[in-house]
């Protein structure tokens, strides 16, 4: 599909005027919540035997118990394929310094004479990680949501998974394996809603959590919803999507290659190619028609380059800018001439990838980055998972008598106009007016 935006200035290039215009999937959470409720009432209630019932339900797998035995564990890594195992590895190393360097140091702000606020960032006791396993088993995922965990600090890192028929009711190998990489020793064979719930309600088999984060399905995003308040939550992850921002110097081949592999993960992927260039959205055409016939998920890609997907024609990259600022995606190749500059000026996005040799894939796997982006335009007020999703800023507060002498006629003020008279007389009661 083209959406010809020509004419229209970067200023004009706002939500508001392109809503309806930028196609995307939309992730109906709300309509799910009421499937789920009752499942995550029930775990609450019933604890582990609901977890039990719901996973031979929804998955057909009888489990006396969530917890996957540690010796399943240790068989796991064990058979890694070296090849995989080795990428975990360099993926691990590269995400372990990215978020090593996003921990906060320890602030202290003298605010006035004898009184200073100490902001201290401490790690949660207890996260708990979902990794999706259905079609599809994601060791990335584990990477990516344990290892900024790890690098806050969190004591205890329990991950639960899907369980899988065919691997014994326990989840899919290459999770466990990596989760044995990571030194993950608690992992629990649940999936979908009933996993979320034990996760956040705790069962005799798991004890709750103070965070709970990873991707999942609609029924996923809506138990976090829902129990989002009782425990942090990271974000309610909706179908993948991807813009590029192009000009007429990018490589088609490479545009193509990099819509498809976005569209491969979902036929509700959205893909948006933004240019300024119409003839290189002529040149795309075919490099998109031969990807697509030679990928192996041709239907699945050639679903969400129908459905939900578009070639964007602007003026100029200001208005390229504008319109991926608007449409704010979870991942942005910027592949144009100056796109280091281009990507600074982002406000919008998940992730922004620089040039033609930084593809999303990069991001996916091995760029050090995270892949836990916010989705369906939550970009705006939202980023990605990071150390920070598992700690907590507080502040310590230390005054000496003069300075809370300094700061007493101000409290004076402050309490006697919201008529907390108490707030003033603690204060007063340690400073009276005629020493201060």
């Known amino acids: 599909m083209r959406v010809d ?117 401490v790690p949660v006791g207890r996260a708990g990680v979902y990794v999706p396993g259905g079609l599809v088993a994601y060791p990335s995922s584990v990477v990516m949501n344990v290892i900024p965990a790890q690098a806050a600090g969190v004591g205890e890192i329990a991950v639960a998974s899907p369980p899988q028929a065919d691997h014994g009711g326990l989840p899919h190998p290459a999770i466990l394996g990596a989760c044995a990489l990571l030194g993950i020793t608690e992992v629990h064979a649940a999936g979908g809603a009933q996993a979320i719930a034990m996760l956040g309600y705790g069962t005799a088999e798991c004890a709750p959590v103070d965070v709970i984060t990873g991707p999942g399905n609609v029924y996923v995003a809506a138990a976090k919803r829902l129990l989002s308040g009782l425990v942090a939550v990271d974000a309610e992850a909706g179908p993948t999507e991807i813009a590029i921002i192009a000009d007429g110097s990018a490589d088609p081949a490479f545009l193509a290659a990099d819509l498809v592999a976005q569209a491969e993960h979902d036929p509700l992927a959205a893909c948006l190619l933004i240019t300024s260039d119409p003839g290189l959205a002529d040149r795309v055409d075919p490099a998109l028609a031969a990807a697509v016939a030679a990928t192996r998920h041709a239907d699945r890609v050639q679903a969400a380059l129908d459905g939900q997907s578009a070639c964007v024609l602007v003026d100029d990259l200001d208005a390229a800018l504008a319109v991926s600022d608007a449409w704010a995606p979870e991942h942005l190749e910027i592949q144009a001439d100056g796109a280091a500059a281009l990507a600074r000026r982002v406000r919008n996005a998940g992730a922004v990838f620089v040039g033609p040799w930084a593809p999303v894939s990069l991001g996916d796997y091995l760029a050090g980055s995270n892949h836990v982006l916010p989705t369906g335009g939550t970009a705006r007020h939202s980023g990605g998972l990071s150390v920070l999703s598992f700690l907590r800023g507080i502040h310590i507060v230390e005054c000496d008598q003069a300075g809370l002498a300094g700061a007493a006629p101000y409290i004076d003020a402050l309490g006697g106009a919201e008529d907390l008279v108490a707030h003033v007389q603690a204060v007063r009661t340690r400073v009276p007016k005629e020493q201060a």
């Open 5 to 121: 935006l020509r004419g229209k200035p970067a200023s004009k290039l706002r939500p508001g005027e392109l809503a309806g215009l930028l196609p995307r999937a939309e992730l109906d959470v709300e309509a799910a919540l009421a499937a789920v409720r009752p499942v995550c009432e029930d775990v609450r209630r019933r604890g582990a035997a609901a977890v039990r019932e719901h996973t031979a339900r929804f998955d057909g797998v009888d489990l006396p118990t969530t917890r996957v035995p540690q010796q399943a564990l240790d068989d796991a890594l064990a058979g890694l394929d070296a090849d995989l195992r080795a990428a975990l590895e360099e993926a691990a190393r590269r995400a372990r310094l990215v978020h090593l360097d996003q921990v906060p140091a320890e602030r202290v702000t003298t605010v006035a004479p004898g009184s200073t606020v100490t902001e201290r960032y």
